[in-house]
């Protein structure tokens, strides 16, 4: 057997990894990689495989940088099952095709406006064919095993968004674990990760290797940043994911004013997608924290702005007012166009809430850079810029620890680092060495590992 890192190496985007036996094929996870542009060409390169013998994609969860790439393999004749909880075939169903409607529309605004190189800037996928390839998803029950060849495999819970898991595989007399992204157990939503079983080799992620979460309340900071924004007579604008990031900010919103902790004041959720995934949410009620009632009063006092005219008509609203936008890391979608009429004023307030990957814009603005590049052109950048790194779904290095140590994991087990920036992947690999007794190592891109 052996295992080929094709992403998710060396950075904390483009998750895939190819496991072969001597008789089956699969690919664990699926990525875009996104950040730094060398990074985005990696998606228009072709990977190591003979896509006509790949068996099987399974799918750790649905935020793209693992679940991205399916339309692409879609496109270039993939017709295997993609195996993944319910509820991450729910999201996906969501964020692909709206990927695929980004893609196209920023292929059409480059055409139009004749930015970049090309003369006729395509997509990588278009929304039809993110759509199409959703057929290929086959939904299953945490626990339940499936057998591809000779691979059996199941999924188990990691917390960090709906259906997230990790992924347990036994072929040729080897258990690997691929960890997914790792929540937290002390998460504003999700339940606590699962440990995991007695494995001979573990790929597991680094997000935050390096670093621990604040550990500040989260209501607490929020709070504060929104009391300043009232204060002030601004905007608050919150880039945020519109997968479990976006529910989190409604929850806390609906809960401080509840407690009259801040004041009543006009919220827009300006994500269609983000709208969408808030019904999901409600729907898969025992993935989550929250009871029937918080999960249904999070979107009370929010106003969904589905359309475009509704989106610009924010404009006209008297301030203070808080917007919530994608994308997360501020590298499309709406919240671009909010940026770009209120970067320039100080009295703007744009809050941070998770992790910002190298080359992204958000981390270039909360490295304090004076302009941000938007659709091509400059914009100065005089808004006040805050983080909140509590709400993050990812575990820190104790986190990440901690739950090894609950884990059935032995001596012999192995540990390949992965999704992960430089810094953070050799943070926790030094970690682990001086605090546990697995034998560690960072994997690198196209490595291949023989089991």
Known sequence: MKITFVGGTETVTGSKFLLETETTTVLVDCGLFQGYKWLRERNWQTLPLDID????VLLTHAHLDHSGYIPVLYKRGFRGPVFTHHATK???QILLADSGHIQEEDAKYYSKHKLGKHAHPEPLYDRQTAEASMRLFQSVEFDEQIEVGDIRFYLQPAGHILGAAS???????????FSGDVGRFDDVLMTPPRPLPELDLLLMESTYGNRRHDTQDPFQQLAEIVNRVAKSGGVLLVPAFAVGRAQALQHLLATLMDQGDIPKMPIYLDSPMAIKV???FCQFSDQHRLSHEQCYRLCDGVTYTRTVDESKAIAGQAFPHIVIAGSGMATGGRIL??????????KTTVLFTGY????????????GVDAVKIHGGWVPLRATVKVISGLSGHADYLELTQWLQQSALTDTTRIQLIHGDPEALEGLRVHLQ??????VNVAGYRDILRL
């Not at 992924?167 to 674990?177: L, P, Q, S, T, W």
């Not at 166009?337 to 100080?346: A, D, M, Q, T, V």
């Not at 910002?356 to 490295?367: D, F, I, P, V």
């Open 53 to 56: 013998k790949l068996d099987a």
């Open 90 to 92: 729910a999201l996906c």
């Open 167 to 177: 992924i347990i595989v036994e072929a040729e007399g080897k258990r690997i674990g």
């Open 278 to 280: 808030s019904d999901i």
């Open 337 to 346: 166009h909010h940026f770009k009429r209120l970067l320039g004023s100080s």
């Open 356 to 367: 910002q990957a190298g080359g992204t814009r958000g981390a270039k603005m909360l490295e």
């Open 434 to 439: 001086e605090h546990t007794t697995f034998a």
